[in-house]
């Protein structure tokens, strides 16, 4: 008896190519970006100024926290290996 040839249905499949995309021009691209900075929201000078107290408050924070982790690490440098300065 002839075996049946198997039909192979795993076979993968080349997707089509795809279409080159036109280059714009760049007063296409500068109509684009106008187009786009029409839909922000832009914040009120309150919401500014809030906004801005956050940053600081926060980078101030974060200094903190670093010197004090710094500090600590150099003291337990200089206890460790007797080191002074």
């Keep these: 008896m002839a075996k049946a040839k198997d039909k192979d249905t795993t076979k993968k499949r080349v997707p089509a190519a795809m279409?080159?995309?036109k280059k714009g021009s760049l007063k296409d691209y500068f109509k684009g970006v106008k187009l786009e900075m029409k839909k922000v929201v832009w914040p009120t000078k309150q919401e500014l100024g809030s906004y801005t107290v956050v940053?600081?408050?926060t980078?101030?924070?974060f200094a903190v926290a670093f010197w004090a982790?710094?500090?600590g690490f150099l003291a337990a440098l200089k206890g460790l290996l007797g080191i002074t300065m």
Excluded: Q
Aim: net charge positive.
């Design 19 to 21: 279409p080159k995309k």
């Design 69 to 71: 982790i710094d500090s």
């Design 55 to 57: 940053v600081l408050v």
């Design 59 to 61: 980078c101030g924070a």
